[in-house]
């Protein structure tokens, strides 16, 4: 079954890939790793040579201010965070939008709020907005608005980290598909940093308690803030919204190919459609 489940993705339409800090910056340094997001902004292309919408949620932009202003360490302060992605959001757009003009590609900025979402009127501008900047041909770049509301700490205005807001903006736009991109191969029985016995899962049908139970809470990284519970939290949103959603590592961005092609790369989460579902309830209380 899983063989089918996997060429499947190839007919996926419309698709939201999330990048992670740690996957975008030099692990040495901690600084924007420009040949990977060269490579991002190639495969992503590619994807929209293919008549494939594709929406990207961006981390990266708190690291993209250590670089410009010359800071080694990882902020410890809320105005530190907040000051350092007013820094580098603008930075991290401006690598995007060049190298997207490269390929002949429109890269447009989308900022959310928790706000943003759980306003019925906002929300719905939001959605009307992500369809009409893929009508337009363009490639939304999504990230929290970290200057006023900091997704580093699990704050009440937050969405907590980009692998839950990549899966809200799956469920707002109607996506078919939701790659997170991440340090891991996808997951695992248990943290396999910690424990060599621990088994990797390569097909999830459905998201039990049991599956729960294998979550992290911490990352890996010291550029990262989403460890797997985050991810399968932001599964349980994908799947129930309708998508399917596949974790895999981004240390290799051609692995988006390799997903797309039906190769067994990471672990895959099948959708399971839920007529209840109702993305209010997630913003409300998961958060």
Known sequence: METQERQNLADKQRIVIKIGSSSLTHAQTGEV??????????????????????????????????????????????????????????????????????????????????????????????????????????????????????????????????????????ALIGADLLILLSDIDGLYTDDPRENPEAGFISLVPEITPEFLRMGKDTSGSDVGTGGMSAKLAAARIATDSGADMVIANGDQVDNILDIMSGKEKGTLFLAHTNLDFDLMHYLNNEY
């Not at 759980?118 to 770049?141: C, H, K, M, W």
């Not at 970290?146 to 997704?151: G, I, Y």
């Open 33 to 170: 790793n420009l040949m990977k997001i060269e490579k991002l902004v190639r495969v992503i292309s590619d994807l929209r040579g293919q008549g494939k919408d594709v929406v990207l949620v961006s981390s990266g932009a708190i690291a993209a201010g250590r670089q410009a202003l010359g800071r080694h360490r990882k902020p410890d302060t809320l105005a530190e965070k907040q000051a350092f992605a007013a820094v580098g959001q603008a930075r991290l757009m401006m690598i995007y939008q060049k190298l997207f003009a490269e390929y002949n590609q429109t890269a447009a900025q989308v900022l959310l709020t928790k706000d943003t979402m759980v306003n019925d009127s906002s929300r719905y501008n939001a959605q009307n907005t992500f369809d009409e900047l893929l009508n337009l041909g363009t490639i939304p770049i999504v990230n929290e608005n970290d200057t006023v509301s900091t997704s580093e700490i699990p704050y009440v205005d937050s969405f907590g980290d980009n692998d839950r807001l990549s899966a809200i903006v799956a």
